[in-house]
């Protein structure tokens, strides 16, 4: 069946650094590919989506690409802010079919 | 953007008692509706997926009957804990789609069984 892999976290970077997380799936078909995220306490909340290969994605300063030749749709941003600390999910959803989320990469930026 | 909310945020109540969590769409509706558990430090875990007028699609190991999805409207799906016991403690999260394959999640209810 379908599946979506994170890279491990924690993730812990300082303000202003560059963040990138890794996300690759298996999948059959053209899937749509998301990024949600999670403050604590929160649910998620939907950071940035991409429907279709080359297709990219962006949204607060995030962005993913839908690369189909490397089954891969890595979150990017180029400066991060205390205030994006939270967890992050992979998410697919393959018509028809149910989402699949990833296992979520938790990241901590420190001032 | 598209509106999911749910109630309560926060429940705790005594073991063997049962807890009813609403889920509704606020701007849109919504034929579908999803039920997840997330434990902590974890991922999703689909539960059930919601069809309005219908009955809810269980996944596998999931009970059915200590897990009770009603979905009557487009607008709410309800999810009864039945009889609850500490091993039921968790973060429940519910999700619309509004006719795309977009879905758009409920803010979550963390349910505390003493």
């Known amino acids: 069946g379908d599946s979506v892999t994170q890279m491990e976290g924690p993730v812990t970077l300082s303000e202003e650094a560059f963040l990138t997380i890794n996300c690759t799936y298996t999948a059959t078909g053209y899937p749509s590919l998301f990024w949600y995220v999670q403050y604590p306490g929160e649910g998620l909340q939907l950071l940035l989506k991409?429907?279709?290969?080359?297709d990219k994605g962006s949204n607060k300063g995030f962005e993913a690409t839908y690369r189909k030749e490397t089954t891969s749709f890595h979150l990017e941003k180029g400066s991060v802010q205390v205030s994006d600390s939270a967890v992050y999910f992979c998410?697919?959803?393959?018509?028809?079919?149910?989402?699949?989320f990833g296992p979520g990469t938790r990241l901590s930026v420190l001032p | 953007g598209a509106v999911v909310s749910q109630h309560p945020s926060r429940v705790i109540c005594k073991s063997g008692t049962s807890v009813k969590i609403e889920c509704r769409s606020l701007d849109f509706q919504a034929t579908t509706m999803f039920w997840y558990r997330q434990f902590p430090k974890q991922s999703l875990m689909l539960m059930a997926t919601?069809?309005?007028?219908?009955?809810?699609?269980?996944e596998q190991g999931v009970e059915k009957d200590k897990f009770l999805i009603n979905h009557a409207s487009l607008t709410l799906s309800t999810l009864t804990v039945t009889s609850a016991h500490p091993e039921d403690s968790s973060f429940y999260i519910c999700?619309?789609?509004?006719?795309?394959?977009?879905?758009?999640f409920g803010p979550g209810t963390r349910l505390t069984v003493l």
């Open positions: 991409a429907t279709k290969a080359d």
């Open positions: 919601s069809n309005e007028g219908s009955k809810a699609t269980y």
């Open positions: 998410a697919l959803f393959n018509y028809g079919q149910n989402f699949v």
């Open positions: 999700s619309a789609k509004d006719g795309t394959d977009t879905q758009y």
